[in-house]
């Protein structure tokens, strides 16, 4: 017969081994979940998902600088170039560099850019409605997960 201890770490290796108890598995798990729901949505404007979040960013602050679109986003410059530069070759965005300083550069939306913003406002009351979550429970939601990411953000 196994001692307590053995039974107690038993129990709490089996409770350790439970994937859906992790929070990170969970959040991970809605993030594919919400990135799948956006997906056939954002197809039928010709967007990825992070393509989408660069424009929504951009509709919100005007043009900002690749330093400051990457801050708000949580990209670094290597995964945020390789976006920007999609988006120019798609005529949505226009990179410049600045005059008073040519080591920044500069991005702005094309008038193709904001045209689509219009096209793109069902995507939020669409997912919204996919999600099922009251307006409280939606709110709860954003609020818990700003709090999360600035806790963590705050130990880096």
Same mark, same amino acid.
């Given at each position: 017969?196994?001692?307590?201890?053995?039974?107690?770490?038993?129990?709490?290796?089996?409770?350790?081994?439970?994937?859906?108890?992790?929070?990170?598995?969970?959040?991970?798990?809605?993030?594919?979940? #919400?990135?799948?729901?956006?997906?056939? =949505?954002?197809? !039928?404007? %010709?967007?990825?998902? *992070?393509?989408?979040?660069? @424009?929504? /960013?951009?509709?919100?602050?005007?043009?900002?600088? #690749?330093?400051?679109?990457?801050?708000? =986003?949580?990209? !670094?410059? %290597?995964?945020?170039? *390789?976006?920007?530069?999609? @988006?120019? /070759?798609?005529?949505?965005?226009?990179?410049?560099?600045?005059?008073?300083?040519?080591?920044?550069?500069?991005?702005?939306?094309?008038?193709?850019?904001?045209?689509?913003?219009?096209?793109?406002?069902?995507?939020?009351?669409?997912?919204?409605?996919?999600?099922?979550?009251?307006?409280?429970?939606?709110?709860?939601?954003?609020?818990?997960?700003?709090?999360?990411?600035?806790?963590?953000?705050?130990?880096?």
């Amino acid at each position: 017969m196994p001692s307590t201890r053995a039974a107690e770490a038993e129990a709490q290796e089996e409770e350790f081994l439970r994937l859906d108890e992790f929070l990170c598995f969970i959040l991970y798990s809605a993030h594919r979940a #919400v990135t799948n729901a956006y997906r056939p =949505l954002l197809d !039928d404007i %010709g967007l990825t998902y *992070p393509q989408y979040l660069v @424009l929504v /960013a951009l509709y919100e602050n005007g043009p900002s600088s #690749v330093k400051g679109l990457g801050a708000k =986003l949580h990209l !670094d410059y %290597g995964t945020l170039t *390789p976006l920007l530069k999609r @988006l120019e /070759a798609n005529g949505l965005v226009v990179r410049r560099r600045r005059t008073d300083d040519e080591r920044q550069v500069q991005v702005s939306l094309t008038d193709e850019g904001t045209d689509l913003r219009r096209r793109a406002r069902v995507l939020v009351p669409s997912l919204d409605a996919i999600m099922g979550l009251t307006d409280e429970e939606m709110e709860q939601t954003k609020t818990l997960l700003r709090r999360l990411t600035s806790n963590i953000t705050a130990q880096a």
